[in-house]
């Protein structure tokens, strides 16, 4: 497939509010597509670079270079330039990647220089093309579009599902299984103000759980190997030898688990979440970092024993085979509510909260007994209650500090997703930051720099940090019509990506 071909349905997607024309287009592209296509297709049209970050920002483009006349670049040879590109180092490798970068450009004609530099600089801006790529990708084949999204939940990835179904057909969906060793994307949760809120919207039996302040973690054992994985299905094995040896010890043989890791201190309250991150993103040293900063696991549900898939079972069934599977110590603290109705046990799940609380939690979560695994979908059978109103936000921008903080990147611009895939400003904070943290960020948000007018510069919308406020109030300063009051920084969360941060709508819901 020729560049031009995917940069002209990137313009025209960009152009277009109405999800039925997106389907659309993206269906006609991916029909187009050959198989060896979709893995860099797909990615691309979400302004995403299968190589992740190349070192490529707006400064290493430099001076425009004179388009060519005609289109030749393919998409999978630009590909093969930016992973050769991407690994280009030592002495010279500068000059290098100037050269190979302007030889790029030079190949592409305008409209694909457009797209080109969009990308390297995560300037496309397309909608949530994740939300209507299955479908599109459901009709170009001829195939039910459940089915897809359901291979699609199975395999953790849209691109390997494109290329098996365009290259097989319809049938070759069926191939798509929950897999031992096959990380399955997370069920998520949304949010409740109040424990009553969330029972009277789950129905006539639930479980309150305790809702720990940790990574998010899906462990696979088959035998005696054991694989374990985050919300974004990184393995992260090697890096938890504890987590291998707790599950190792277990009698059961071939599972799929899904939990929280958590760092305790040792009067057994969580230590600070930057601890516990850190400690899991961490690959230096491992043993000594382990020893330092041990990590709990904690698992609160189980989607595979032996050969049985039990994603489609009741969430009671599946806690049960859980309980028969690990000891009381690696199960998540519960309690439950036979009848929403009785005050008693509306009370009883009050103090449940308050107790998680002087714990040192963060709050619980909700789940209706009945509900299946809906996995990659937060679905309304989980509801989290947390006593403060906090947000997952975006960094759009950030400013530079003075006094105690000159030579830093300090006040944070704050964006929530807009249904187009943009961003809207919230507010501004640089409150809650520690040194350390402020260290941090400057350093990481130096990376994501697309501009800097001396004061202000402007980022790739890619960071998600944890915002707490105090409410919201009207504002026409801000596109939404309304500001943060009294927003201050919890932690970043590099465990979530941009697509999974708080939409404009759910901020204005939760203050009619």
């Known amino acids: 497939m020729l560049l031009a071909e995917l940069a002209q349905v990137s313009l025209e997607v960009a152009a277009t509010s109405a999800r039925s024309r997106k389907t659309a287009l993206l269906a006609g592209l991916f029909r187009d597509a050959a198989p060896e296509d979709v893995p860099v297709v797909i990615p691309y049209l979400a302004g995403r670079l299968p190589q992740g970050r190349i070192g490529v920002g707006w400064r290493s483009l430099g001076d425009p270079v004179e388009p060519a006349a005609e289109p030749t670049l393919t998409v999978t040879g630009v590909d093969a330039e930016l992973t050769a590109l991407a690994a280009t180092s030592g002495p010279g490798s ?73 290259a097989d057909g319809p049938g070759a969906l069926a191939g798509f299984r929950l897999t031992v060793g096959r990380p399955v994307q997370p069920m998520l949760a949304r949010s409740a103000a109040s424990v009553g809120e969330a029972l009277d919207k789950l129905g006539p039996c639930a479980a309150v759980e305790e809702k720990l302040d940790g990574i998010r973690v899906q462990v696979h054992r088959d035998g005696d190997r054991i694989r374990a994985y985050t919300r974004t299905l990184d393995d992260i094995t090697d890096r938890l030898p504890e987590l291998v040896t707790a599950v190792a010890a277990l009698d059961a043989r071939r599972f799929v688990l899904d939990g929280e890791l958590i760092a305790l201190g040792e009067d057994g309250r969580p230590r600070p979440f930057q601890e516990t991150a850190s400690r899991v993103g961490s690959r230096r040293d491992v043993a000594g970092a382990a020893a330092h900063v041990p990590i709990v696991p904690v698992f609160f549900d189980v989607l595979l024993v032996d050969d049985e898939d039990l994603l489609d079972r009741p969430f009671a069934d599946r806690h049960a085979a859980l309980a028969r599977l690990l000891p009381e110590s690696l199960r998540v603290r519960r309690t439950l509510v036979a009848d929403p109705d009785d005050p008693e046990a509306r009370a009883a799940a009050d103090a449940f909260l308050a107790d998680t609380l002087e714990r040192g939690h963060e709050g619980v979560v909700v789940k209706d007994l009945a509900a299946v695994y809906s996995a990659g979908r937060r679905g309304a059978s989980w509801l989290k209650v947390k006593p403060v109103h906090t947000l997952d936000l975006v960094v759009l921008a950030v400013e530079r500090g003075s006094g105690r903080r000159t030579g830093k990147l300090s006040n944070l611009h704050l964006g929530a997703r807009r249904p187009d895939g943009t961003f809207a400003m919230l507010g501004k904070t640089f409150k809650g930051l520690t040194d350390a943290l402020l260290d941090w960020q400057t350093e990481r948000l130096g990376e994501l720099a697309t501009d800097d007018d001396g004061h202000v510069v402007t980022v790739r919308p890619e960071l998600v940090v944890e915002i707490a406020y105090d409410g919201l109030q009207r504002s026409t300063r801000y596109p939404a019509g309304v500001t943060l009051r009294f927003a201050r920084v919890l932690r970043y969360r590099e465990d979530k990506t941009a697509q999974e941060a708080d939409t404009v709508e759910t901020v204005l819901s939760r203050h009619p």
């Open 94 to 166: 500068q000059a290098l990647r100037q050269r190979r970068l302007r030889a790029l450009f030079a190949a592409a004609t305008a409209g694909e220089q457009r797209f080109l530099r969009a990308l390297l600089t995560g300037e496309v801006r397309q909608g949530a093309l994740d939300a209507v790529a299955a479908d599109a990708l459901a009709h170009a084949a001829g195939a039910p579009p459940a089915d897809v999204r359901r291979a699609v939940m199975l395999a953790g990835s849209l691109q390997e599902v494109a290329k098996v179904l365009l």
